[in-house]
């Protein structure tokens, strides 16, 4: 694809954009003025989509009108609700249906799985995580280590790139795999990293962690619905995702776990277990002993917050029409064509630090500031720009290819370009 750096390019790309209906499905926050802001954190928080609020109206009128009946009764009954969303979901992130709930939240859900993936004994019990991996993650896996009786000093191998250089290099993350092999316990790495904005091989570094007899898992909060995954493919043992960033679905809400479906019918995984994991003909039994779902959903804990899975299934809805495949193809255009523009500034004091093949990243850019003070950032977003700052020099932006247009990513780096002269 030839780019253009002109406005009415932009526009034309928008014009012919066979994705650009599905801005006017979402709320798109305004200054004071009323003007539309420029949105690029959907890779924090995803835009509310419009038809959320009859999906969540649809729930509160059914418990008006059924009470505890709801269960059963309500246009979406209660009891196998979460049921609904499976099937979307297992297609946004490339997995079997067996292998696919949603449940909770990301670090609690994180740390589930550790509970049944991460099984040290002294001799193998170290676990591998990016240096610079998102804090929740880093706290999740020192504490296991701690609740393990092991040191972290000790325990956590921390993937570090090489010196002068921000991106980890696949070959150096396969060669300390293999130098680990026999300690090694756990990998638990982003698939998209939430700082870089680099994705990782899965499928490779899945491969190594199994060959020296590792579980690996990956924490996909930056790649379900940015990324096309393949998660039953790349035959990682779990993964773990929130609804709340490209999936729009509200703050705080409900996460994502996928358990390969080779571990669907092993009932000797340890887990930690609630009722709505048991075997749901006979759930309300309330019998004693234990009886496990086949598949993921044999580690759910509690009833689900339905208020919540009504926003995630209004969202699955606009992805199901939207197709994965499509939206990645036109991520890759939008978010290769504010590369191209942010490179024809030619100025020296911003670098992109996220890789520049698309293969390798996903909607995120992350552009390093040179001797940045927060500034540039700050004038940004005082001209409409809802952008991340992440200390201590990165603005990160995310053109999301469901409500992001040409035109945003052409007026960003307009502003982009000017607020570097103001700020240097
Ligand atoms: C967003 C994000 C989280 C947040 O975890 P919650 O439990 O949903 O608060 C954790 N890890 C990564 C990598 C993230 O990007």
Redesign the pocket.
Known sequence: MQFENSFPFAEAMDNKDPLKIFRSYFYIPKDKQGQELIYLTGNSLGLQPKSTFDHINQELLDWEKYGVEGHLHAKNPWLPYHEFLTNSMADVVGAKPIEVVVMN????NLHLMMVSFYRPTQRRFKIMIESD??P??KYAVQSQLRFHGFDVGEGLIELKPRSGEELLRTEDILESIEANGSELSLIIL?NTN?YTGQAFDMKAITQAGHSVGSKVGF?C??GAGNLLLDLHDTNCDFAVW?SY?YLNSGPGSL?GVFVHERHSHDTTIPRFEGWWGHNKSTRFGMRDDFDPMPGVEAWQLSNPPILSMAAIMSSLKIFAEARMERLRQKSEQLTGYMAYLVSELKNDSIKIITPSEPAHRGSQLSIQVKNADKKLFEWLASNGVVADWREPDVIRVAPVPLYNSYVDVHKFVELLNKGLVVHN
Do not use: E, M, R
């Not at 939240?105 to 609690?108: D, F, I, M, Y």
């Open positions: 939240t990301l670090s609690v991996a998102f929740s993650d982003g939430y924490d909060a930056h929130c960033k996460g």
